[in-house]
Nanobody, 126 residues
Framework: QVQLVESGGGVVQAGGSLRLSCAAS????????TGWFRQAPGKEREFVAG????????YYADSVKGRFTVSRDNAKNTAYLQMNSLKPEDTAIYYC???????????????????WGQGTQVTVSS
């Protein structure tokens, strides 16, 4: 089993920045891919960004491309989501997730991920 814990959420004004962290523990593996998702009230959970274990492959949703950056520090078993130029529509609960042995690419559908954190609230005020 893998345990994931997110942190770094909070309240920020539009145009501001936050950095989310996702700390992994348990039976982590070099074949794990990490994804970031978000869910706003009344909306479905949506893919935000993803990164492979090596960090060599990343992928972003169009809505965050150019504003968000995903990275990881495997020595710390931690993935990050740097969020800049935040907008009110970025307000949501943000989750990190992990999937093992996915193969090529990064999965975009939340059902493809086996492990999930508890989520962290991000609120962007206008």
């Amino acid at each position: 089993q893998v345990q994931l814990v997110e942190s770094g959420g909070g309240v920020v004004q539009a145009g501001g920045s936050l950095r989310l962290s996702c700390a992994a523990s348990g039976r982590t593996s070099s074949s794990d891919t990490t994804g970031w998702f978000r869910q706003a009230p009344g909306k479905e959970r949506e893919f935000v960004a993803g990164i492979t274990w090596s960090g060599g492959t990343t992928y972003y949703a169009d809505s965050v491309k150019g504003r968000f950056t995903v990275s990881r520090d495997n020595a710390k078993n931690t993935a990050y989501l740097q969020m800049n130029s935040l907008k009110p529509e970025d307000t949501a609960i943000y989750y990190c997730a992990a999937v093992r042995n996915y193969g090529l690419g990064i999965p975009k559908r939340w059902r493809e991920y086996a492990y999930w954190g508890q989520g962290t609230q991000v609120t962007v005020s206008s």
